[in-house]
C-alpha cells in the first residue's frame, strides 16, 4: 500500500517563481494536511481539509493555498515564493478530522534561493 | 507561540537503558496526545497516544505518561534499541476546542549508544 505519495522530492527554485507541490493518499482518508518542518520550529500546519470541497488555514498559511477537489488529492501551491519558504513540507491524512493518528508522506524538500 | 514544547533538544542513551523523553504544553483544552518517530529523510511515523481520560498507556517497549495537572507528558522507551535512534515528536489535540489541529512540539533527537 503507498499510503502518501508526495512529489517532487526535492525542488530548488527561484524566488518569485511559482511551485505546487503534490500530494496523493489511497488510504480514503477524509481529512488532509500541510506541515513544514523547520529546525528549532518543530512541524507547523499550513493548511488543511477536513473533506473533500473543504480546506482550512492552519498555523503559518500565508504565501500559500491548497485544494481539496477530490478525497486523493491535496495540492500546496507556491505562488510566489520568497527565501523563507525553504523548508521540508510533509503531507499527512488521517481518517478523521483531528482524530487518531496521522499518517505522513516521506516529505518534499525546497529551497527557494 | 509554542503551545507543545519539548526542552530537550538532543538525548543520549546507552543501549538497553531507559530512554525518557519530556514534552510541555499550555493549553489546558488539549485532551489527546501522540508521539511520533521521524527517521532522517522520512514521514514521520505515529508511535503511541494517550487521551486524556487516562495517565498511562503502554505498547511494549513504549510507555506514555500523561501529568494533566503539570500540563506534561513523557514517553518512555525500555529498553532503549540502537533502532530507536530517532527524532521524537509529540502532538497535541483539543479537537474542535483547538481548531481541529494537532499541535506538535520541535522534536528531541534520541541517539541510544550499542
Known amino acids: 500500500t503507498a499510503g502518501i505519495t508526495q512529489a517532487p522530492t526535492s525542488q530548488i527554485l527561484a524566488a518569485g517563481r511559482s511551485m505546487t507541490l503534490r500530494c496523493t493518499q489511497d488510504?480514503?482518508?477524509?481529512?488532509m494536511y500541510w506541515y513544514r518542518q523547520d529546525l528549532g520550529l518543530g512541524l507547523r500546519l499550513i493548511h488543511y481539509?477536513?473533506?473533500?470541497?473543504?480546506?482550512g488555514k492552519g498555523e503559518v498559511p500565508d504565501g500559500y493555498s491548497v485544494s481539496r477537489a477530490n478525497t486523493d488529492d491535496f495540492p500546496l501551491t507556491l505562488a510566489s515564493a520568497v527565501p523563507s519558504q525553504t523548508s521540508v513540507y510533509f503531507c499527512?491524512?488521517?481518517?478523521?478530522?483531528?482524530?487518531?493518528?496521522?499518517?505522513f508522506g516521506e516529505g518534499s524538500r525546497l529551497t527557494v534561493l | 507561540d509554542q503551545q507543545v514544547k519539548q526542552n530537550s533538544p538532543s538525548l543520549s542513551v546507552q543501549e538497553g537503558r531507559i530512554s525518557i523523553l519530556n514534552c510541555d504544553y499550555t493549553?489546558?483544552?488539549?485532551?489527546?496526545f501522540l508521539w511520533y518517530k521521524k527517521y532522517p529523510a522520512e514521514g514521520p511515523t505515529f508511535l503511541i497516544s494517550?487521551?486524556?481520560?487516562?495517565d498511562k498507556n503502554e505498547d511494549g517497549r513504549f510507555t506514555v505518561f500523561l501529568n494533566k495537572s503539570a500540563k506534561h507528558l513523557s514517553l518512555h522507551i525500555v529498553p532503549s534499541q540502537p533502532g530507536d535512534s530517532a527524532v521524537y515528536f509529540c502532538?497535541?489535540?483539543?479537537?474542535?476546542?483547538?481548531?481541529?489541529?494537532?499541535?506538535f512540539g520541535t522534536g528531541t533527537s534520541l541517539t541510544v549508544i550499542p
Open positions: 499527512a491524512s488521517s481518517l478523521f478530522q483531528n482524530t487518531g493518528e496521522l499518517f
Open positions: 488510504m480514503r482518508h477524509n481529512a
Open positions: 481539509s477536513n473533506t473533500a470541497g473543504t480546506t
Open positions: 493549553n489546558s483544552m488539549f485532551d489527546y
Open positions: 494517550i487521551s486524556s481520560i487516562k
Open positions: 502532538a497535541a489535540s483539543g479537537g474542535v476546542l483547538t481548531g481541529n489541529q494537532f499541535y
